[in-house]
């Protein structure tokens, strides 16, 4: 039986419609056009996913290009920062543009419009132009300045080019309607004067392009045929194409705008103004802390390209905004960890437990599976002794018969190794347990096929062995945000919201095989999560950062 066709999004229905009235498939062409102000978080990675996923779809370019027009916010960095988020989520772009490749053609089509009585120099403040546009019930009212000659407006728009116009002295405005339903439509702005260096043309210009104007004629330049922008940019549609129709001529290919609906993270605020703050505040320590929601957080975080894209396809796109629960981003890297990350032991909150009738000064080397779920991951061996670190909360004194982990009198089985009871306890001068002893049955050991080694026992503990462990810094991150919407609550500033346990950082023992571990390698710390090793690793201290547990900790807080 066929494989049944995966259903169009309504996106790809566009195309597909647009590819039966208006275009060929040659004309396809895309493209994705972040600002460099700023890093990539995870509410750019579904649009990079969309865009680059469309030009495989449909074997299509999709050109990088960045929307530059504000050197006040821009810098190289932000640039360099996005091209390796998308080159490591694993898409490759056509052609690399800037917005300012074309300021000299934006330019010159700025002059003809003013030559065609559709654009002019506005000398009003801010202020004062906001005031006359009106409201959504009310027509705007005209520019003093509307009607200036042609010959004015050139002169002025002449000396704003020059820098001899000081910052926010005039605007160039296009000349639309101002009594237009749509206040976008109201006489935009088209320029205005900013006297700062541009990380890419210097001090070369002191006028700069505003969005509407310099995008969709972008878009016109690079034979772009379809510009997708999220659901706020709807009303900005009607301006696009009325820039269009003055700088295109009969039979010139325009691109069309269409948009879709945002999908945002819960837990999470995705806002590149307000991710600054944070890390300009101290609540994070840069763009890459492994807590924020930028695709480099992310990747320093231990997330993989294709647990980002995963989830990326599977909340698709869609016309209606949605809150998108953080629990599923989660889930898609643990999805695909599981199926790749090696397993290993490490104990992170240890207590000594010493085997009292395993023989002292010897050691074995005992057979471990790598990955349950990869065949081809092989095994490796892993040092087993009379001293041991397990996990503090593993074991209690006493326990109810819901305690299936260590307590006195009963049997657990250590993994991979041999059978174990609990006799006794050490503690110190305040009553904390320094040391647990046990004894071990040696005829037990896992794998052995003797039939001591298949007596079943309720729990199964993991360990490390004193003598060879491998010391860590082990830093557990969890979630940002404790609120699920934190820059929704009403009279609540966002900042309120921040999780004050956010990262924890403890002392780890891990098996010794991790001491040759490399930054961004990836294991399953068995019974507790999934970790990589961060770039501040070196080959003194270890460090990993915890990706994720092995279980949704948050869903029995919410419930």
């Given at each position: 039986?066929?494989?049944?066709?995966?259903?169009?999004?309504?996106?790809?229905?566009?195309?597909?419609?647009?590819?039966?009235?208006?275009?060929?498939?040659?004309?396809?062409?895309?493209?994705?056009?972040?600002?460099?102000?700023?890093?990539?978080?995870?509410?750019?990675?579904?649009?990079?996913?969309?865009n680059?996923?469309?030009?495989?779809?449909?074997?299509?370019?999709?050109?990088?290009?960045?929307?530059?027009?504000?050197?006040?916010k821009?810098?190289?960095?932000y640039?360099?920062?996005?091209?390796?988020?998308?080159?490591?989520?694993?898409?490759?772009?056509?052609?690399?543009?800037?917005?300012?490749?074309?300021?000299?053609?934006?330019?010159?089509?700025?002059?003809?419009?003013?030559?065609?009585?559709?654009?002019?120099?506005?000398?009003?403040?801010?202020?004062?132009?906001?005031?006359?546009?009106?409201?959504?019930?009310?027509?705007?009212?005209?520019?003093?300045?509307?009607?200036?000659?042609?010959?004015?407006?050139l002169?002025l728009?002449?000396?704003?080019?020059?820098?001899?116009?000081?910052?926010?002295?005039?605007?160039?405005?296009?000349?639309?309607?101002?009594?237009?339903?749509?206040?976008?439509?109201?006489?935009?702005?088209?320029?205005?004067?900013?006297?700062?260096?541009?990380?890419?043309?210097?001090?070369?210009?002191?006028?700069?392009?505003?969005?509407?104007?310099?995008?969709?004629?972008?878009?016109?330049?690079?034979?772009?045929?379809?510009?997708?922008?999220?659901l706020?940019?709807?009303?900005?549609?009607?301006?696009?194409?009325?820039?269009?129709?003055?700088?295109?001529?009969?039979?010139?290919?325009?691109p069309?705008?269409?948009?879709?609906?945002?999908?945002?993270?819960?837990?999470?605020?995705v806002?590149?103004?307000?991710?600054?703050?944070?890390?300009?505040?101290?609540?994070?320590?840069?763009?890459?802390?492994?807590?924020?929601?930028?695709?480099?957080?992310l990747?320093?975080?231990?997330?993989?390209?294709?647990s980002?894209?995963?989830?990326?396809?599977?909340?698709?796109?869609?016309?209606?905004?949605?809150?998108?629960?953080?629990?599923?981003?989660?889930?898609?890297?643990?999805?695909?960890?599981?199926?790749?990350?090696?397993?290993?032991?490490?104990?992170?909150?240890?207590?000594?437990?010493?085997?009292?009738?395993?023989?002292?000064?010897?050691?074995?080397?005992?057979?471990?599976e790598?990955?349950?779920?990869?065949?081809?991951a092989g095994?490796?061996?892993?040092?087993?002794?009379?001293?041991?670190?397990?996990?503090?909360?593993?074991?209690?004194?006493?326990?109810?018969r819901k305690?299936f982990?260590?307590?006195?009198?009963k049997?657990?089985?250590?993994?991979?190794a041999?059978?174990?009871?609990?006799?006794?306890?050490?503690?110190?001068?305040?009553?904390?347990?320094?040391?647990?002893?046990?004894?071990?049955?040696?005829?037990?050991?896992?794998?052995?096929?003797?039939?001591?080694?298949?007596?079943?026992?309720k729990?199964?503990?993991?360990?490390?062995?004193?003598?060879?462990?491998?010391?860590?810094?082990v830093?557990?991150?969890?979630?940002?945000?404790?609120?699920?919407?934190?820059?929704g609550?009403?009279?609540?500033?966002?900042?309120?919201?921040?999780?004050?346990?956010?990262?924890?950082?403890?002392?780890?023992?891990?098996?010794?095989?991790?001491?040759?571990?490399?930054?961004?390698?990836?294991?399953?710390?068995?019974?507790?999560?999934?970790?990589?090793?961060?770039?501040?690793?070196t080959?003194e201290?270890?460090?990993?950062?915890?990706?994720?547990?092995?279980?949704?900790?948050?869903?029995?807080?919410?419930?």
């Amino acid at each position: 039986m066929a494989e049944a066709k995966k259903s169009l999004n309504f996106i790809e229905q566009i195309i597909e419609e647009d590819l039966v009235k208006d275009y060929t498939k040659d004309d396809l062409k895309f493209r994705f056009p972040p600002e460099p102000n700023g890093y990539l978080h995870i509410g750019h990675a579904s649009s990079i996913c969309l865009n680059f996923g469309l030009g495989e779809r449909y074997n299509a370019p999709v050109n990088l290009r960045f929307d530059d027009t504000n050197p006040t916010k821009e810098e190289q960095e932000y640039v360099d920062a996005i091209k390796e988020d998308i080159k490591w989520l694993g898409f490759k772009w056509a052609e690399e543009c800037y917005a300012s490749d074309y300021f000299q053609k934006l330019y010159d089509w700025a002059v003809d419009m003013i030559k065609n009585g559709d654009a002019y120099v506005d000398s009003q403040t801010s202020e004062e132009i906001a005031e006359q546009k009106g409201t959504p019930t009310q027509p705007g009212k005209e520019s003093p300045y509307r009607n200036r000659s042609v010959e004015e407006n050139l002169e002025l728009f002449e000396q704003m080019k020059n820098g001899e116009t000081p910052e926010r002295g005039h605007v160039l405005r296009a000349k639309i309607d101002m009594a237009s339903p749509n206040m976008l439509m109201r006489d935009p702005v088209m320029y205005r004067c900013l006297h700062k260096k541009h990380h890419r043309t210097g001090d070369e210009w002191k006028i700069y392009p505003m969005y509407d104007w310099a995008h969709g004629q972008s878009d016109f330049i690079e034979h772009v045929s379809h510009s997708f922008c999220t659901l706020e940019f709807l009303p900005h549609r009607e301006l696009y194409n009325w820039f269009l129709e003055k700088v295109s001529k009969p039979g010139d290919f325009e691109p069309k705008q269409r948009e879709f609906a945002r999908r945002n993270l819960s837990h999470t605020i995705v806002s590149k103004r307000k991710l600054l703050q944070l890390v300009e505040k101290g609540f994070v320590d840069s763009w890459d802390d492994p807590r924020m929601p930028t695709i480099s957080g992310l990747r320093r975080r231990g997330y993989t390209p294709e647990s980002i894209r995963k989830f990326a396809d599977s909340i698709g796109v869609g016309k209606r905004e949605n809150l998108i629960d953080v629990a599923h981003l989660e889930f898609c890297v643990r999805e695909d960890l599981n199926k790749k990350a090696p397993r290993v032991m490490g104990v992170l909150d240890p207590v000594k437990l010493v085997i009292t009738n395993y023989p002292e000064g010897e050691e074995e080397w005992l057979e471990a599976e790598n990955n349950p779920e990869d065949e081809a991951a092989g095994s490796r061996q892993i040092p087993f002794s009379r001293e041991l670190y397990i996990e503090r909360e593993d074991f209690k004194e006493s326990a109810n018969r819901k305690f299936f982990r260590l307590t006195l009198g009963k049997e657990v089985r250590l993994k991979n190794a041999y059978i174990i009871k609990g006799e006794d306890v050490v503690k110190d001068a305040d009553g904390n347990i320094t040391e647990i002893h046990v004894t071990y049955d040696p005829k037990s050991k896992s794998g052995s096929g003797t039939e001591e080694s298949l007596r079943k026992v309720k729990g199964t503990l993991h360990w490390v062995s004193v003598k060879h462990a491998v010391e860590a810094e082990v830093r557990l991150y969890d979630r940002l945000f404790t609120e699920e919407t934190p820059d929704g609550v009403k009279d609540k500033d966002y900042l309120e919201f921040v999780n004050p346990e956010s990262l924890k950082v403890v002392t780890g023992y891990l098996e010794p095989g991790l001491k040759d571990a490399k930054i961004q390698d990836k294991v399953q710390f068995q019974r507790i999560g999934y970790f990589c090793v961060d770039k501040d690793s070196t080959l003194e201290k270890l460090v990993f950062n915890r990706t994720v547990s092995l279980r949704d900790s948050w869903a029995k807080i919410s419930n």
